[in-house]
Nanobody, 126 residues
Framework: VQLQASGGGLVQAGGSLRLSCEVSGGTFTMNAMGWFRQAPGKKREFVAV????????YYADSVKGRFTISRDFAKNAVYLQMNSLKPADSAVYYCAASPTTPITSAVRDRQQYDYWGQGTQVTVSS
């Protein structure tokens, strides 16, 4: 199973980017997909996740109201629309996926996700 993430880049503060992540190589459907990010010198942190079974979505407080996660069943893919970007959003963004459905209290725990993409760099200039 491979996760291919794309869409990162350099943008000015206040701008937008859309990240994409598609799953390939597996015969099963992921039941939760999401995004984490890691800035230099910091731990990898939760950004957003969507669960397939009921389309429930969860966001980090720092991105609520600015980022929107969405999914495409047919493509086994997930997207992250990022608006009103801030320099603090600069990081490598990693796509993550789980073939099982994490319980609500665990959706933000990176240990719940078995598959990870290679990361895509997002840089927001001030």
């Amino acid at each position: 199973v491979q996760l291919q993430a794309s869409g990162g880049g350099l943008v000015q503060a206040g701008g937008s980017l859309r990240l994409s992540c598609e799953v390939s190589g597996g015969t099963f459907t992921m039941n939760a997909m999401g995004w984490f990010r890691q800035a230099p010198g910091k731990k990898r942190e939760f950004v957003a996740v969507v669960r397939w079974n009921n389309n429930s979505k969860y966001y980090a407080d720092s991105v609520k109201g600015r980022f929107t996660i969405s999914r495409d069943f047919a493509k086994n893919a997930v997207y992250l629309q990022m608006n009103s970007l801030k320099p603090a959003d600069s990081a490598v963004y990693y796509c993550a996926a789980s073939p099982t459905t994490p319980i609500t209290s665990a959706v933000r725990d990176r240990q719940q996700y078995d598959y990870w993409g290679q990361g895509t760099q997002v840089t927001v200039s001030s």
